[in-house]
Every structure is written in C-alpha cells, then in structure tokens.
C-alpha cells in the first residue's frame, strides 16, 4: 500500500529555498519523516515533485490506487483550476500542506482553488505540518 507524497513548483529545493520562511529541511528529510509516521501502518511513501502543473496531474491520474496523499501545490494553490480538477478525480482522502502559514504571508496567498475538495488543510507549521498530514491519513484511511 502506498501513500502518495505530492509537491508541487519550487518545493523541489526545500532546505536551499527561502529558508527563514520554508525552513531548512529538505524535501528528502520529509520524505523519511512522513515515512517513519506511517510505517506502521505498512504504507510505502512514493514521493513525486514537479514544477509544472502537467505533471502534478499525470501522476495525480496515475495514482488513483495508493491509499491517500499529502499535497502540496505551492503557488499552484491560488489558480491550478486544472490540479484542481485532478484532484477532484482522485478516489482516495488527501491533505492538503503549507510549510508557512499563508494568511500571515501575501494577499495573494490567501486563496486556495484546492482547499475545498480536501479532508483538511495544515498551514504555517513547517515540515512539522507533512508528519501531522500523515498522522491524520493514518486515522482517516479506513
Ligand atoms: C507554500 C506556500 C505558497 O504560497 C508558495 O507559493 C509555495 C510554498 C508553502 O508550503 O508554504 O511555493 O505552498
């Protein structure tokens, strides 16, 4: 059984990004976190980060068997109309994440076109926030 890990445009260098706002850790440290939260539920973590829109959707599409997924769609949160749609598609609960905490952040940031079609949303809490995401799929997957 795996658990999908989905990031999108310019989480890819996470630890080199912006690190006063995105932290220090990188998209390979949080892999093996969000691993290490549900190993005991037997879930694999099969990780995917793409900057374009087009790839998010392929693999969202190809992923329809995994048991649930962590996004997220960074910047892609305030008009991916079509991550939107994919996302709409997929069987399976997801959450979705933001390292920082957006509404503290740009206007601009404040909408999400995704946040409506997920089990919950985890905003502001750094890295911490893809472990708390997996927690809460590892309650909410039956
Ligand atoms: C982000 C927040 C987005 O506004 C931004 O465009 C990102 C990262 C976050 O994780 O805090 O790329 O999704």
């Given at each position: 059984m795996e658990l999908l890990l989905?990031?999108?445009?310019?989480?890819?260098?996470?630890?080199?990004?912006?690190p006063e706002i995105y932290g220090t850790?990188?998209?390979?440290?949080?892999?093996?976190a969000v691993q290490a939260e549900v190993v005991d539920r037997g879930w694999k973590v099969v990780s995917r980060q793409h900057d374009s829109e087009g790839d998010l959707i392929s693999t969202i599409q190809g992923a329809?068997?995994?048991?649930?997924?962590?996004v997220n769609p960074g910047a892609l949160m305030i008009a991916g109309w079509s991550l939107r749609d994919a996302l709409a598609s997929y069987p399976r609960p997801w959450v979705e994440?933001?390292?920082?905490?957006?509404?503290?952040?740009?206007?601009?940031?404040?909408?999400?076109v995704i946040a409506p079609l997920a089990s919950g949303v985890v905003v502001?809490?750094?890295?911490?926030?893809?472990?708390?995401?997996?927690?809460a799929l590892t309650e909410l997957v039956a």
């Open positions: 989905l990031n999108g445009p310019n989480l890819g260098i996470l630890g080199r990004r912006e850790d990188t998209l390979a440290d949080i892999e093996e329809y068997h995994t048991v649930g997924a962590i994440v933001h390292l920082s905490n957006v509404w503290a952040r740009e206007s601009f940031r404040h909408e999400s502001g809490l750094g890295a911490l926030g893809y472990r708390l995401a997996a927690r």
